[in-house]
């Protein structure tokens, strides 16, 4: 019997894949056959010898960087089949009057144009068939207080999936872009992160945030040859987050 999801001979960038969600997924695509390229701003070179993985090291903030990473892969396998924009990150936690416009640049520079980057220098050495995944967020799909700058970036990110998925359609090139809450990373695991996870562990309806390799999965799912007509969808991975707040949440205000 054929294996479902496989990725026998697929070659497969991530960027952000020293830690979290993007080093899960890595260990999963190489369980599945691929061959993977890592990057990420500090050196992993142990970390993908570990896995058995290639690093490149990569600033996705600039062009270059990320036109580097793409040429280096094709160079190293020959092609690249699947392209994962995991790196993002989170400057200022504050409200929307009394934030930093510098800290619209800094998230916009690493989650937004990193993506456009990516897109930009991968899909040159992708055939028909080729399968990209963004990675945005719940904040993506709505509006979350103190965050006004990642909440920009990412629902930025969504737009670019859905444009890429028009735009590269007739290639045979499937974009699509998952939006996950808060995930048990280091990234989320901030002191000034704690009021958030508090939050979604009782507004999420499963009462918990998300493990990476459960992210992990989704990648997983639509990077493979299995989901061939899924495109330009925006999938939220989210324990119920979007669907409505838990019970415990609802009756916790309703008594107040």
Not at 41 to 63: C, H, L, P, Y
Not at 171 to 193: D, F, L, Q, Y
Request: net charge neutral.
């Amino acid at each position: 019997m054929t294996q479902f999801f496989s990725l026998d001979n697929q070659v497969a960038v991530i960027t952000g894949g020293t830690s979290g969600i993007g080093l899960k997924t890595a260990e999963r695509f190489i369980a599945a056959g691929a061959k993977v390229v890592i990057s990420g701003r500090k050196d992993g070179t142990e970390i993908a010898d570990r896995i058995g993985a290639k690093f490149v090291q990569v600033d996705v903030s600039n062009e270059d960087s990320m036109k580097k990473l793409m040429e280096t892969s094709k160079e190293t396998y020959g092609k690249i089949d699947v392209l994962v924009n995991n790196a993002g990150a989170n400057f200022g936690y504050n409200v929307l009057m009394e934030t930093d416009i510098i800290d619209f640049d800094k998230n916009f520079n690493i989650n937004t144009k990193g993506v456009v980057y990516g897109i930009k220098h991968a899909v040159p050495w992708m055939n028909s068939g080729g399968r990209i995944v963004n990675v945005s967020s719940a904040a993506g799909l709505q509006g979350v207080a103190y965050l006004s700058p990642y909440v920009a970036s990412k629902w930025a990110v969504i737009g670019i999936t859905r444009t890429a998925a028009v735009e590269l359609g007739d290639k045979g090139i499937r974009v699509n872009v998952i939006c996950p809450t808060s995930v048990n990373t280091p990234m989320a695991n901030t002191p000034e992160g704690q009021p958030q996870l508090r939050m979604e562990r009782k507004a999420v309806p499963l009462a918990r945030i998300a493990e990476p390799e459960e992210i992990a999965a989704m990648i997983h799912f639509l990077a493979s040859t299995d989901c061939n007509f899924i495109n330009g969808q925006a999938i939220a991975v989210d324990g119920g987050f979007t669907a409505g707040m838990s019970i415990t949440a609802y009756n916790t205000l309703a008594a107040e």
